[in-house]
């Protein structure tokens, strides 16, 4: 048991490649938490996505020992949390879990529409923040300017910002002695009813489930009967444990204390993240706040290529959501695709991770339809409909009216690319809230409807800036506006998948912009094949694909067997990438790539 005025619990919190995980590993490494020799770079990165793609995405935690200047040994516990706004929620709930945040801000940049985001959420959750110029290596750092702008942008206190080169590790000592001297002691009572916080679960395929625990009052042991004051389920603890950063078993965790439990608890979704944790008997009658649960706010359909491979597809997809609450799934059948899932996410990265490992980890080749925002449909009989997938949208004559999920964006750019990105949020039906000056950098909020963001508005922000913007998002609410449903006829057939929601003003540009896309992308087939978008029934775009005798044989004149063959194969394998609809094969990436716009 430590004693609780020689811990402090922390996490970081930055923007995206700011050096938040170097920063940990060189906390990690310089207090010998782990031997030289077992170190790897971004140690907390655990998953391997994570490390290519170098996001960090699970939250994760480290115990670190360190003797401190003043003589005394302290426990510092540090909860990574992920960078990326899709994952907003899990650095919610991981900042209830601590007391203070070193803010990390790359010298060389400055403060970007992130590190608004998470810093405002430590603010939030009460934090003690201590601000920390990262990359002070690089001849292009900054500090003093950088420290100002913390101070006008964020409002916090940066004279004293510590001076860090996560890299080299110049500036590590100051920051654990700043972590020690300058952020809180957990507060808790060792004698009082046990209250710990559940801060977050992942499913390990030899533990089951374990549970990352912030214990706020009394003790946890080996063998304690718990309970899940959410669902009152009481559950005996088999094991329990600190990361250093891999497991190490302890005999129990003490107020202000994280650590895990495994309780053989089967799915990740018997755990209710913000959960209080307490005892069987005795327990505190109060439970924490809870937070809510993430709510997945993106859709898509999930389709095998290959329709003999949906129970694969089945198979990965349990085994993915057993892991990951905010991963939603249902069974849909499409008259065009067969057999899918329909998929809820917490934003399009989200989506491409959980796709991505499909694709790689299960090798199942994926067709995924247009991602979609949920509409409230009110019908005129005053029900409330909530529409996950533009296929089922109710017939019009029955609607009373259509209701879409709008965002706050924050968004940071240079000034000479703000005329660019201006134009971009009214293309996309944007409404100016305000717009102020940090520098040389201008910082824009709109209000946008969501439906206009999931699909590739953030890589036309990157394309139109050149990768200098910054972008964060927050759901604000459901607002009424002018929506209808566009389908798509391929060779008069209606391919659902490729039906969406769109404004009514837009329609038409929307309609026309994808049969062209689409007649480039489906390739001529022996007969003339018509390619329209429609509302309802009027047809608002159309263009004819014309008729194509290709015989890919006929070059080879005369008797060359093999060669013929060879032929035949190449255009069979070209074939096993499309669908057949109807009589039409559209390839693959003409689900995607019909939808994306080009201003
Ligand atoms: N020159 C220099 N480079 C650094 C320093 N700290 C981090 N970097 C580099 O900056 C890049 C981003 O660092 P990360 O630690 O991955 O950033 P992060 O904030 O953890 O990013 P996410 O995990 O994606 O949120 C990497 O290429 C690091 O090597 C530093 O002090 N100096």
């Not at 292009?140 to 101070?151: G, H, K, P, S, T």
């Not at 949920?374 to 409909?385: A, L, S, T």
């Amino acid at each position: 048991m430590t004693d609780l005025s020689h811990i402090r619990n922390f996490s970081i919190v930055a923007h995206i490649d700011h050096g938040k995980s170097t920063l940990a590993d060189r906390l990690i490494q310089s207090t010998n938490t782990v031997a030289d020799r077992d170190m790897k770079a971004q140690l907390l990165d655990s998953m391997d996505i994570e490390r290519e793609r170098g996001i960090t995405i699970k939250a994760n935690t480290v115990r670190i020992d360190y003797k401190a200047d003043n003589g005394e040994d302290y426990v510092l516990n540090l909860i990574d949390t992920p960078g990326h706004v899709d994952f907003a929620y899990e650095v919610s709930r991981s900042m209830r879990a601590v007391e203070g945040s070193l803010l990390v801000v790359d010298s060389t940049q400055g403060v970007e529409a992130q590190t608004l985001a998470n810093v405002y959420q430590a603010i939030d959750a009460d934090h003690e923040i201590v601000p920390v110029l990262n990359k002070i290596d690089l001849p292009a750092a900054e500090c003093d300017r950088v420290a100002e702008q913390i101070e006008d942008v964020i409002g916090i206190d940066a004279s004293g910002a510590i001076q860090v080169s996560a890299k080299t590790g110049i500036g590590i000592k100051d920051t654990l002695e700043a972590i020690v001297n300058l952020l809180p002691a957990p507060q808790g009572d060792r004698d009082a009813p046990l209250k710990a916080m559940l801060v977050d679960s992942w499913y390990d395929s030899y533990l089951g489930v374990i549970v990352l625990v912030r214990v706020i009052d009394g003790v946890m042991k080996k063998n304690d009967r718990v309970k899940f004051m959410s669902n009152g389920t009481i559950h005996g603890i088999d094991k329990i444990g600190v990361f250093r950063p891999q497991m190490q078993d302890v005999d129990e965790l003490g107020p202000g204390e994280i650590g895990f439990i495994t309780a053989s608890i089967k799915q990740v979704r018997d755990t209710r993240v913000g959960d209080t944790i307490t005892s069987e008997r005795k327990g505190t009658g109060v439970a924490l706040d809870g937070f809510k649960p993430a709510q997945p706010v993106v859709f898509c359909g999930l389709f095998p290529v290959d329709s003999s491979e949906f129970e694969d597809l089945r198979d990965a997809i349990e085994k993915l959501a057993l892991n990951d609450a905010s991963f939603s799934h249902e069974m849909e059948t499409s008259a065009a695709l067969g057999f899918g899932f329909r998929c809820g996410f917490l934003g399009l990265l989200h989506l491409e991770v959980i796709r991505d490992r499909i694709e790689r980890e299960y090798d199942i080749d994926l067709i995924t339809t247009a991602p979609s925002v949920i509409y409230h449909v009110y019908m005129r009989d005053g029900e409330m409909i909530e529409l996950h997938n533009p296929a089922d949208m109710p017939d019009m004559t029955h609607v009373d009216h259509l209701e879409e999920p709008r965002i706050k964006a924050t968004i940071l750019v240079p000034d000479e690319y703000l005329g660019d990105v201006l134009k971009l949020c009214q293309d996309r039906r944007g409404v100016q809230q305000d717009l102020t000056y940090a520098g040389s950098r201008a910082m824009v909020v709109y209000d946008l409807p969501l439906n206009e963001v999931v699909f590739d508005f953030y890589d036309r922000l990157k394309s139109v800036t050149k990768g200098y913007a910054s972008f964060d998002y927050q759901m604000t609410g459901y607002q009424q506006d002018n929506l209808v449903k566009m389908s798509v006829l391929v060779n008069d057939e209606p391919v659902d998948a490729l039906s969406m929601m769109v404004h009514r003003d837009r329609a038409e540009m929307r309609g026309r912009a994808m049969v062209e896309k689409l007649k480039d992308l489906i390739p001529r087939h022996m007969f003339k094949i018509p390619i329209q978008a429609a509302i309802g029934g009027k047809v608002i775009a159309r263009e004819t694909l014309s008729a194509l005798r290709k015989d890919v044989t006929a070059k080879c004149y005369g008797g060359d067997a093999t060669r013929k063959r060879k032929l035949l194969d190449k255009q069979k394998a070209g074939k096993k990438k499309m669908r057949q609809f109807g009589k039409v094969d559209i390839p693959q990436e003409a689900f995607i790539s019909a939808l994306k716009m080009d201003s």
